[in-house]
């Protein structure tokens, strides 16, 4: 290979270069829409394309799957799935605070359920998709570019005529940024506009006085009215919707909370996850108000029923809900779109004036567009006038002339050679006609029924028509006031036909506040046995049954029910379990695993220690790893509220082998696998923080590790048993901490 053809150059320069080409792609091409039309390139193709299809709001249904092969094959190469998903949610009213697509079979419903395959659903454009988004493509509003193989055009932007934007709203991922743009009110976004074109100086404000604020096609509450005016001044921020609820009374004097609205952001899977979430507080002993809960959503809307008890406190359940659940939520907003070019954050009044803006310069080109076919339109219509006037002398030149080239050449250049003519006067008079081009072609096409009286007054009356056209266009086009009052007459017909009441209501809520009814403090036993299943029973029921509590758990230790119980793993995590959470009654339940309470997984760790809270601040905890790290903490460090924390620090390779609770013990004695043993006096083992590594209990050889770690009273003899004999702990020799140890003979 010659070396002159090989481009040697920088790698990171190539990728940097490569990977920014590929964001961009990414952001202007699939991810985020226009401010000016409000869609993403997905969307304005399948509207277009469906559009070129025919398929209008007053013609037949049309496959979903022939709407998207043609639109893949012509505009959008990028995947069926993509364009499918986009031509659904154009359907769904549930997303949407207007839909673009008209759609018949199933579209998927609010709970999260998909959409059918597209080769069983149909679709069709809306009617407000037809007007308001896809009229006057026809007259060179916008610009066309071509398609991805250079084969079609496509429009880089449609014409819409609503804040589409802020009607629709708009959520996309793109590299490096994302976009969250509620939708909003039509009438109130249209209100808008109007007066931002009366008053260009208008502030965010005093937009806000036709804006009120999103409007979710699911209805809700949004409770933070006065942020509201700094969310749309910079283009992000947060709002904070709830639920609406209603109280019906029911059979019995008990109270029904009916939910019809939910928040926005829980359409989808998020409604089971709530009927879920209410039935778990039931479970945890959260309220003991519920009877029942049922979901009798349809396509009328939502209705979610939770039965409640005669005596139940309902506000204070209401804030339960809000508090423990997503019935209240929040929707973070981020309204980037891409204008000029480029991607930019935006305020409500930033995305009204580009939509604007962009409103003006559709409607000087469409206007500019038909006054050059009114002024194409007056000539021709003159050029007849004048005919119709001399129509003698042109049938003469007719009858005089060889061929259309030669009459032609008199009516617009005057020559009249060759023509014969019946006088001098005509020939004179023919040689100063002079019709333009346009004119002479408009003449000899003329029909002779064109002569009758009738015919002519319908034509002057067409040129004073024209010519009335041509006055209104050029004061459209001279005089940005007159071009003003065409575009808000245009929205005035939108939003009477198009226009819908305000769903969500905006207002100034205040902070839901629940009153967690207080348990009365009792001690109970914690039971957990060696498959890692546990319960609590009380002091009475554990005494009754002792003897088959001791032989069937695992883990027996008193704890407080208002407490925590803490469990410690050989991977040197601490899980904490509310005492709550576990299931508490009778002896014989099996109770619930540990891996449904806690962060602990019985595939990845298993237990070394389990005891309550409140035991662990009276005393010190001893750690021993399985490379010879020791340590003592004191039990408050391990007073923590998070479900995990870690208990201690491991080196590399290493793992905890033993969690011990000093109480009365003297002595520790390490057991190593290649058979070594040390024992010496706990006090050796320096105290430290959860957070260190501890000190070397004794010296290791080559591959050898510890492999059980026991602990003794000086005063009370404790046997193991070890290659099948008795070994008696406390006569082992006494060493020292960090020494090798011994093997014990026989």
Known sequence: MDDNRIIKTEYSEVMQKSYIDYAMSVIIARALPDVRDGLKPVQRRTLYDMHELGIRYDRPYRKSARIVGDTMGKYHPHGDSSIYDALVVMTQEFKKGMPLVDGHGNFGNIEGDGAAAMRYTEARLQKVTQEAFLADLDKNVVDFIPNFDETEKEPSVLPVKVPNLLVNGSEGIAVGMATSIPPHNLEEVIDAAKAYMKNPDITTKELLRYVKGPDFPTGGIVINKDELLSIYETGTGKVKIRGKVEIEKAKGGKTNLVITEIPYPMIGANIGKFLSDVANLAETKKTQDIVDISNQSSKEGIRIVIELKKDADVNNFINMLYKKTRLEDTFGINMLAISGGRPETMGLKQIIKANVDFQFEVAGRKYRTLLEKELERREIQEGLIKAC???????????????????????????????????????????????????????????????????????????????????????????????????????????????????????????????????????????????????????????????????????????????????????????????????????????????????????????????????????????????SMLKIVDGGEFDVSKRTVAATKLQDGDEVVSVAVWKEQTNIVLQTAGGYFLRFPIEEIPEKKKGAVGVRGMKLGNKDYVENIHYTQNTVEQWIEYKGKKMELNRLKAGKRDSKGTKPRG
């Not at 049938?395 to 050679?417: F, H, N, P, Q, Y």
């Not at 001791?550 to 050989?570: A, M, Q, S």
């Open 389 to 627: 006037n001399v129509i003698d002398l042109i049938i003469e030149i007719l009858r005089g002339s060889k061929d259309r080239a030669m009459v032609k050449s008199c009516l617009v250049e005057g020559k009249t050679d060759n023509i014969k003519f019946k006088s001098k006067e005509s020939k004179i008079m023919a040689a100063q006609l002079r019709f333009t081009e346009k004119q002479a072609n408009a003449i000899l096409d003329m029909r002779l029924y064109k002569l009758i009286g009738l015919e002519l007054e319908a034509l002057i009356k067409e040129h004073e028509e024209t010519m009335a056209n041509i006055y209104r266009y050029e004061d459209i086009l001279e005089r940005r006031d007159s071009m003003a009052t065409v575009i808000m007459n245009e929205l005035d017909a939108i939003k009477k036909e198009y226009g819908r009441p305000r769903k969500t209501v905006v207002e100034n809520g205040e902070e839901a506040v629940y009153e967690e009814k207080k348990i009365e403090e009792m001690e109970v036993i914690c039971l957990i046995d060696r498959f890692g299943y546990v319960k609590t029973v009380d002091m009475a029921t554990y005494e009754r049954n002792k003897e088959a509590a001791d032989t069937e758990n695992k883990y027996i230790f008193p704890c407080k029910n208002t407490g925590r119980i803490c469990v410690f793993t050989n991977t040197g995590q601490l899980h904490t379990i509310k005492v709550s959470d576990l299931p508490f009654g009778k002896f014989r339940d099996k109770g619930i695993p540990l891996d449904n309470v806690s962060n602990y997984s019985a595939e990845k760790e298993h237990i070394l220690l389990a005891t309550g809270q409140s035991q662990l601040n009276m005393y010190r905890v001893i750690f021993g790893t399985k490379l």
